[in-house]
């Protein structure tokens, strides 16, 4: 028998409202950047339901979380309205949003903030999403989010323990990261937090994340990174002197999770790891790294963008990894796009570690990779300075183009493609996210290998292609004959465009734009002020 509740019910009942939280807006507030008080004031607001969250992402607030509801302003010192930080406005839905979850205070709790950080940096990055399970996932990140920060800062009224038990958490905290050199059994913590060992576990991982000896583990691989990046010390000694019994224990928990031996960590920390990273050099050389070796394919030939001519190349696309063994690679670091034959060629070549999590935003990417090298502060300084850039040509062309719009095509012997301000990788998130262009709206059939963003355009559908500007660039891919890919250039269709009646037609380096680095992704930004600005 299935038992549900309406509305009503749940009122007198006196169960929990049936409220929800929809996202309106997030946005990525650059140090310095001029903000009109109005906007920390809800004065600009009619929604008697909406709500801010503003997470300080740098500088001397770095940490810090603040609510604002409706008809209560936030009071943020000079100081750190001088930082960047993130600006989340939503709205309450559902009967009765007065007696919502929303903590009744104004500076949050965000622990551990690197947890915040990285659901703040996907849904930025999900800010343009349009199709349905991008939109869903945007929701559901969205809630889950509020949800991490509702359960650290929930009113004490709802449990009379919930400040002792937290404090005790807080307390086994402390105690882990002073000793986590000697035996610490989680029996040990909970009794040190005066709670009891089932209770402690599931509070532990709601604080953290993570189960105590997972976390304890954490604090001693971070322990031993710095004395391996700083010292000549033994292994032996640095694994007795971060809790661990052996050194070969200490070994197989390091692998396990930074991805590399505490001596290639070591050896990457000085730039003398012999690394080999296909599709990943962009993310290498951002890093201030070079691999022993680089991809090269048959078709698009290599990235030469990246300046690495000195470097040798592998036919990638080949499909046989053997070659690699020439190299002597200490590292072999995959993304998660091979057969699993490749996968055992390059382990029988070396240490191999692949990227499993598939995704887009080459932010995330970039910080993994960083990760495994211990490069981690050059990877924030890297996004950073990116930002700065991207920001500031936003504002730039926001001056020049007053509302002309785009297009960027890709052009092969036989296929023509369309990428839209829909599209999440490459292009689009350069072009119409980080700058901020207008799209060309898409004019053929969406294509059939379900990407969004991207159309495909015959001949024909040319004559309806009105954007002011044109960015192309050509793809060999297609082609039997060198050249073939050009033949468009002398239809009519083309000549007649008004992008190209009015020399407004710019060709882009092929791999640069088909890339989703950090470094292509600057490129193209200089690439889009040398034609526009």
């Not at 991207?390 to 092969?412: D, N, P, Y």
């Amino acid at each position: 028998m299935i038992i549900t509740m309406d509305i009503e019910q749940r009122k007198q009942a006196g169960t929990t409202p049936l409220v929800h939280y929809v996202l309106r807006s997030i946005r990525l507030i650059d140090a310095g950047e001029q903000v009109e008080m109005s906007d920390f004031d809800g004065s600009d607001r009619n929604d008697k339901e909406s709500f801010e969250l503003l997470i300080i992402m740098s500088g001397t607030g770095q940490g810090k979380c603040y609510l604002q509801g409706p008809g209560r302003s936030i009071s943020v010192d000079q100081e750190i309205m001088n930082c960047s930080y993130y600006r989340v406005c939503f709205v309450t839905s559902g009967y009765d949003a007065a007696s919502s979850l929303l903590p009744d205070k104004q500076e949050l709790a965000c622990a551990p903030f690197a947890k915040t950080l990285e659901l703040l940096d996907e849904l930025y990055g999900l800010r343009g999403a349009t199709g349905g399970l991008e939109l869903f996932q945007r929701f559901v990140r969205f809630q889950e989010l509020l949800l991490f920060l509702f359960r650290q800062n929930a009113p004490a009224a709802e449990d009379k323990g919930t400040d002792i038990e937290r404090h005790g958490i807080e307390l086994s905290i402390r105690h882990i990261h002073q000793y986590y050199c000697e035996i610490l059994t989680v029996e040990e913590l909970a009794s040190l937090a005066g709670i009891d060992r089932w209770k402690y576990t599931r509070l532990f991982k709601e604080a953290t994340g993570q189960v105590p000896l997972q976390y304890l583990n954490e604090v001693r691989i971070n322990e031993a990174k710095k004395w391996l990046a700083s010292t000549d010390d033994k292994l032996l000694d640095i694994a007795l002197n971060a809790g661990f019994n052996n050194e070969y224990y200490f070994n197989r928990r390091f692998k396990q999770t930074v991805g590399i031996s505490p001596g290639q960590y070591r050896r990457s920390r000085k730039g003398k790891l012999r690394v080999v990273a296909p599709y990943l050099e962009d993310f290498l050389v951002a890093l201030d790294m070079q691999p022993i070796a680089q991809y090269w394919h048959a078709k698009w030939g290599k990235q030469d963008y990246l300046g690495l001519n000195h470097i040798p190349t592998f036919d990638e696309n080949g499909g046989n990894f053997d070659a690699l063994s020439g190299y002597k690679p200490d590292l072999i670091l995959l993304m998660d796009r091979y057969e699993q034959q490749q996968y055992s060629q390059c382990r029988r070549i070396s240490n191999t570690c692949i990227l499993r999590e598939q995704t887009n935003n080459w932010r995330t990417l970039l910080r993994t990779v960083a990760d495994y090298f211990g490069r981690t502060e050059l990877a924030e300084d890297a996004i950073a300075k990116y930002d700065f850039k991207a920001r500031s040509a936003s504002h730039t062309l926001s001056q020049v183009m007053k509302g002309e719009t785009v297009a960027f095509l890709r052009i092969s012997a036989d296929h023509i493609i369309q990428y839209t301000e829909e599209g999440q990788g490459f292009v689009s998130t350069v072009l119409y996210g980080d700058v901020g262009l207008r799209s060309h709206s898409a004019v053929g059939e969406a294509s059939k290998a379900n990407r969004p963003g991207m159309f495909n355009l015959s001949v024909e559908d040319l004559r309806t292609l009105t954007a002011d500007h044109l960015f192309i660039t050509f793809d060999k891919w297609h082609s039997q004959a060198e050249g073939k890919e050009r033949e468009l250039l002398e239809q009519p269709e083309w000549r007649e465009l008004p992008a190209v009646r009015n020399n407004h037609v710019y060709e882009v380096d092929f791999l640069t734009w088909m890339n989703n680095g950090i470094i292509s992704n600057g490129k193209k930004i200089d690439d889009i002020l040398r034609s526009l600005a």
